[in-house]
């Protein structure tokens, strides 16, 4: 087992554990993939209310991104400079909700692993649990063509390990539930029944496709993937009517996204064993319903929240007209009469002041200022006697 080989054993661990609580109280394997889909779900409710709120919020702005994208549609520069000014003032990040949306996808190649390998990632038995049922398989004259890579009539061993064919250990396990004096004595064995809806959940639909037969069971594996793209595409449509939509070239990658996951979906689920089919299907139906919830809650939610925003604006605006208001009143207001002393005394005061006015000018007298020259005497030109 390699690097990347034990970090995705490690990984496995808490799933494959509740994976097999489901199943040791149910003892059914596809109502256990159903409740293991579903707790994941609650798990991860918080991360996703986080980035369902962000998106709600985002589409909220929708109207106003539109108008600035309009506005500044030569400038692109100014542009991105306005939304991001416009994202800083609502405290939203367009990134926000992007981390969390990558999260189902370890928790889909730790389940891959736990169906495909049920011995040493379901049951979390060694190798060497693997070796022994090998051996006991071949004692027993059954064939390991589906089991073991076989290679001029001989099983391939690599480093002293056989090496088993994609879906070897799931073979393996039905060979070894025919023999159940054999895996009565291994400490941690489960005998797992996968069927499921009358469906064996470890075939392929693929397979089902190719040995066609009219049957409930048949016709059951071939709609688990279309089932599954079609509840990942309402889910996918629903999502994308709920976010911005972007303008320009971003538009049409965004619809080709909407169908390419479908897309993908049905085709894995063809190509793997049905039981991710189911949880795939299990998976959109509760994304379906959480985000219907999540987005009345939200919607209402945020409402709240602007109309509050809003008032308190408002309030503040008027506050703010009271005030300028009553400054302009307070300017406007005339002076208060005087009495005849208070006049008379005033006036006096105006004159006192009058006379204390003087200047340094030179030529200058008293308050007369055409006043220049030689300083004025009264008796300048009077006839000396």
């Known amino acids: 087992m390699g690097f990347f080989g034990t970090i995705g054993y490690y990984i496995c661990i808490p799933f494959a554990a509740l994976l097999r609580l489901f199943y040791n109280l149910t003892g059914s394997y596809g109502v256990a993939i159903i409740l293991f889909t579903l707790v994941i779900k609650l798990i991860l409710l918080p991360f996703q209310m986080k980035s369902k709120k962000s998106m709600i919020r985002m589409s909220r702005m929708n109207g106003k991104i539109q108008e600035i994208q309009k506005k500044y549609a030569n400038n692109q520069v100014k542009m991105q400079e306005e939304i991001q000014k416009f994202y800083a003032e609502e405290g939203v990040s367009p990134m926000s909700g992007c981390l969390w949306s990558f999260i189902p996808l370890p928790i889909l190649l730790a389940l891959y692993s736990i169906i495909r390998q049920p011995i040493t990632h379901f049951m979390m038995l060694s190798e060497d649990v693997v070796e022994k049922l090998i051996s006991a398989v071949t004692s027993a004259g059954m064939s390991l063509e589906s089991i073991v890579q076989m290679k001029d009539g001989a099983a391939v061993v690599k480093d002293g390990i ?67 793209g079609g509840s990942q595409l309402l889910f996918s449509w629903l999502t994308m009517k709920q976010q911005p939509t972007p303008d320009g070239p971003g538009a049409g990658s965004t619809k080709s996204m909407m169908y390419m996951m479908p897309l993908m979906s049905v085709y894995f689920a063809f190509i793997m064993p049905a039981a991710l089919g189911v949880y795939w299907i299990a998976q959109s139906v509760i994304s379906l319903v959480q985000e219907q919830i999540l987005g009345k809650f939200y919607n209402k939610k945020l409402e709240e929240e602007e109309n509050a925003r809003f008032e308190a604006r408002q309030a503040d605006r008027q506050k703010r007209m009271e005030q300028g208001r009553r400054q302009q009143e307070k300017f406007k207001e005339p002076a208060p009469k005087m009495t005849l002393k208070e006049k008379q005394k005033a006036a006096q005061e105006a004159k006192a002041t009058k006379k204390k006015i003087t200047t340094n000018e030179a030529g200058r007298i008293g308050d007369r200022p055409y006043a220049r020259g030689r300083a004025y005497k009264a008796d300048r030109y009077d006839s000396e006697n």
Not at 181 to 195: A, C, F, Q
């Open 162 to 228: 056989t090496q088993l064919m994609p879906y070897g250990q799931i073979n393996l396990v039905k060979a070894a539930s025919q023999m159940p004096e054999l895996t009565g004595g291994i400490d941690g064995w489960i005998n797992v029944n996968y069927n499921f809806l009358g469906m064996d959940l470890t075939s392929t639909p693929w397979e089902a496709v190719k040995n066609f037969t009219f049957t409930a069971a048949v016709i059951g594996l071939i709609l688990i993937p279309i089932l599954a």
